[in-house]
């Protein structure tokens, strides 16, 4: 068995070397054979400054650069070729595990497990930081319907066949357990320890919060409707129409036994822009239903383990 | 046993000739590659009580037939010991297949991965439940040796409780009626495809209720015969209760896929048709209001409700443009389904 020890390298850290020969001597500890590939995400020069300080390393680490920044989905769909790991650990730019922790994780990848996803479960964050993280967790737990609990660290620990099989594109990395569990694997939470978080605390920027939110809400499609649409615009289209229809009776009965005039009460626009809103929604549906249709024959949503 | 028609015979004779080949060669690949009389595909998620009930009812029936045929049981992802027994089954077995899914994917999927594997002329779907008497078996493949395309069951004594019954009679009158194939039960997982007519849908998503209506598109003849139906002997009853509302907009969308998939911009100009007359109706009102200056209807509203149904159309029709797209940009199989029911007219050369 190999282990390939993936660091997703994206923010320059001053004890970055450390990190790495910590990292080294975490997985000598643990006596498989390992690998460890960097992925200079953008901070290609950052790590060639580095890269002589631990020629130690030398022939167990090869990197990776690219030069124009991708999002961590992208680098590692494209870096998996490259590696020859049976079981990939990924982590990120620095240490966000202790290395007990991180053994840990590694340790509970057994025979019946293809992905392990670690649970910071004490945080030790400002309390801001961990607010924003547990309403965002609570929200994908809720919304992908998983009893999994911490989806934004980095360190995931997977067979090679979960990265190979998951079509991750755009901002998915963050999803993969959920996404794991959609396709039918083995997903196991294990409860850890975590140094400080780094990077930025307190409020995000406005477009950080808006595409963590659209983040979920694809995830939420993709593993749910993404074979049938028409229940989701159906869903919703419906729901617009049937308002709309209920308030346009209420005027109707207003009119018609109440003699009260309707030509200039707001409702009756409300009403009518509802019932068309709706008809946009599930008109939208259909044409989702005919790219499903049309376009999406070729890939099965199954996934068979066994034949005999 | 039933007067067999000769086709089943000619297929068996073929048979016997394979089998002398196969015995000949004795490797198992020689055997899988050949072409088999009937593929039996039954979908099973935790029925670990009645799968051997099952496969012994089945090879009865079968065996009767003097057909090659093979069974293929799916495991929708089981959490019962289904697997196990299936595993121990296929040693018993040389007909039984076995294919596992990951995780529970639903019946539509586990029908779809049973067609794809299958290697039978004629597929036989049933239930893995015991509900449907694989006795029946015969009397659907007699009806496609007549010629036609799909043979459903029909339970007319149907063993399930009236609150079950209800929402199927409703449900299969309309899709009766808004699909054209007028079938009475099809919610009865017992049905009999000729192979070519339900490999090539490549059906999705939550319809294997819908398979016959859906295999109109190739033009397939559709029949039905009176089917046995048991009550439950294990296990509870797998359906939710929220189905109304999904069944609707399934039959919703089987509709427009059925119609409208290989011509989307006729099934968006029909829909924006209701749209475009009261986009007019509204105009006038407002015209007329301004006019003869009414008081009620004030013109600038009227005004108001005509544009907002001419966006309407508008939007709708420029989304069956962008239909007409994907569809031109699709692989477009499903355009071309029918030419696996077209038949051959034998001329009169006298």
Redesign the interface.
Known sequence: MIISVIVLLETQYSDFQEYLINLDQVFRNIGEAYEIVVIANGTGNFFRTHQERFPELGARMRAFEFVTPVTQAVSLKAILKETQGDILVICGSYQQLTNQSLEDCFRAMDATTDLVSPWREKRIDPSFNQLQSRIFNWITRCVVKTDLHDFSCTVKVCRRLVLEEIDLYGNMFRFLPAVAVARGFKVREIPVEHHQERGKTGFYSFSEYASRILDIFTIFFNTRFSRKPMRFFSFIGIGFIGIGIALMGVLFFERLFLETLIGNRPMFLVSLLLTILGVLVSGAGLLGEIIAFTNGRQKQEYVIEKKI | MTVLPKAIHASKEKMDESSKQSSASTSYAKETDMDLYLSIVVPVYNEEESVETLIVQIVEAINGLCVSYEIILIDD?STDHT?TI??ML?ALYPHL???????N?GQT??M??GF??ARGKIIVTLDGDLQNDPADIPILLEKIEEGYDIVSGWRKNRQDHFSRVLPSRVANYLISATTGVRLHDYGCSLKAYKADCIKQL?A???MHRFFPALASMTGAQVAEVETLHHPRRYGVSKYGFNRI??VL??I??IN??IR??SY?LK??ML?ALP?IFMAFFFGLLGVSAFIFEWT???AP?FM??SA??G??AI??IV?GV??EL??S??????THLPEITKKEIHMDKS
Not at chain 2, 97 to 103: A, L, P, Q, T
């Open positions: 992802g697997w299936i595993e296929a297949r076995g294919i596992k899914f990951r995780r994917f999927s586990a779809v991965a794809e594997h490549k999705y998503g939550e509302f999904k907009s399934d919703f969308a427009l896929i409208f998939s989307p099934g968006f829909t749209f009620a209807g004030k509203f108001l409700g907002l149904c966006f309407t939007y709708l989304l962008l239909g994907v569809v940009t699709s692989d477009l199989t499903h």
